[in-house]
């Protein structure tokens, strides 16, 4: 490891980041730790850069909410590896940096002369991390990819629906997400390998393959069954997603067979007095199949929403709550902004943008630790912000720097 780096804290760790659309979140795990960690990008910026929505709508290469959020807390350089020069740059700072990132398709580094053996060969203990979409060998490593393909192919789309209607996509890029956890992980480990052994390696992090992992028993349940599992199947309305007066609440009123939970509910729709409550009587409600057939779900449905879209989401939660019903509002970004546990938690957090004339707000750490700070760091880099710094540590005199940019090897910001 690099020098200062200690069990307590990540300060001396070294991290190159060289992904784009995927990639950048491991990254951002690093950084938010303490690592010192370098957002690499080619001369013309990060394709993330380009990737809505933007800053008070404003498209610019600076105002990609996207790349705003991945990319705090890190520092930014812009160089072109398929220059020469630019290639002696990227092997200085993979001389001293502990673990390098990037999504670049397979073979591609290998064609510039920068493969695994060339980066080990100035650093044995170097970790290089690679995600793609398939992965660096196989059938389909040279296969292009996004998130969606990503999800349809690893089986995680299939799964999302209900019945037989077509498959769902996830919101935004969670295939992408998985992967960028993932490789965190496995850099983790690899990097603590590193620091025992003295000795780096590859890792090889397939975004299909990240997806496999969210798909609990489907492969199995074909195996021993012989039965393909698809999304959920027909949905109950005593559990599912019901409308209400300002947006959508879930609702869980029984399981199985268990009238634990089907009782409360009964009592709660009774003294509200609403219109055919009595119907929730019947012995046939205990029935999972009744309530997921056409009838059981359809009469759930107009009885039970005759009374939740008289009523906002909050109001419903209270009552639910009162009545022991497990019920929650569908949070919307406004909600999740105003949500007490997440306020209580210190979870959203305020970063000015001097570039922007203003603040954003962000998401602030998945987790929280006993002994450790999570920050979110300083704003995102520019492009090129601190090519000229990073440049100057590793050896580069202002005349080299000047060269450079002027040759198009680097851009300076």
């Keep these: ?85 630019g290639r002696d740059i990227f092997l200085k700072l993979c001389s001293g940096a502990d673990l390098l990132l990037e999504s670049f398709a397979p073979g591609y580094l290998d064609g510039l002369g920068l493969c695994y053996d060339c980066l080990s060969a ?87 393959e990240a997806v496999g992992q969210a798909l609990e028993n489907a492969a199995q349940y074909w195996d021993l069954e012989g039965k393909i599992r698809r999304g959920r199947g027909a949905e109950a309305g005593s559990a599912t997603v019901h409308p209400c007066k300002d947006g959508y609440f879930a609702i869980v009123a029984i399981m199985g067979k268990n009238k634990i939970m089907w009782d409360p509910f009964l009592k709660w729709m009774q003294e509200e007095n609403v219109e055919e409550w009595e119907v929730f009587q019947d012995a046939r409600w ?4 009744y309530r997921r057939s056409k009838e059981g779900y359809e009469t759930f449905c107009r009885i039970f929403e005759r009374f939740t879209k008289k009523h906002d989401k909050l109001t419903l939660y209270e009552k639910g709550q009162a009545h022991r019903v497990a019920l929650t509002p569908v949070s ?17 957090q305020t970063l000015e943008h001097e570039k922007l004339g203003g603040s954003v707000t962000y998401p602030g750490a ?48």
């Design 332 to 348: 919307n970004g406004k909600d999740l902004l105003e949500n007490p546990q997440l306020k209580h938690r210190g979870f959203w």
């Design 286 to 289: 205990i029935d999972p199949n």
């Design 1 to 85: 490891m690099a020098e200062g780096f200690n069990d307590n804290s990540l300060s001396g760790m070294k991290v190159l980041d060289f992904t784009g659309e995927l990639g950048p979140y491991a990254a951002k795990l690093y950084a938010g730790l303490g690592a010192h960690v370098i957002h690499l990008e080619p001369i013309t910026g990060d394709p993330l850069r380009n990737v809505g929505p933007f800053y008070k709508g404003i498209i610019g290469k600076e105002n990609s909410l996207q790349y705003l959020y991945y990319n705090a807390g890190k520092r930014g350089m812009a160089l072109d590896l398929n220059q020469e020069k």
């Design 122 to 208: 100035v650093n044995p203990k170097l970790v290089q991390t690679s995600i793609t979409p398939f992965g660096n060998f196989g059938p389909y490593k040279d296969l292009p990819g996004s998130d969606l393909i990503c999800s349809a192919m690893g089986g995680f789309l299939f799964l999302a629906g209900i019945d037989n209607d077509k498959p769902v996509r996830a919101c935004d890029n969670q295939a992408y997400r998985m992967a960028e956890a993932y490789a965190a992980v496995g850099s983790s480990i690899a990097l603590f390998f590193a620091r025992r052994t003295g000795v780096g390696q590859f890792v090889d992090v397939p975004c299909m």
């Design 366 to 413: 998945p987790y929280e630790f006993g002994q450790l700070e999570w920050r979110l760091g300083n704003s995102a880099p520019t492009l090129g912000q601190h090519t000229a710094e990073i440049l100057s540590e590793i050896g580069y005199t202002d005349n080299d720097i000047a060269m450079l940019a002027k040759e198009g090897i680097v851009h300076v910001g």
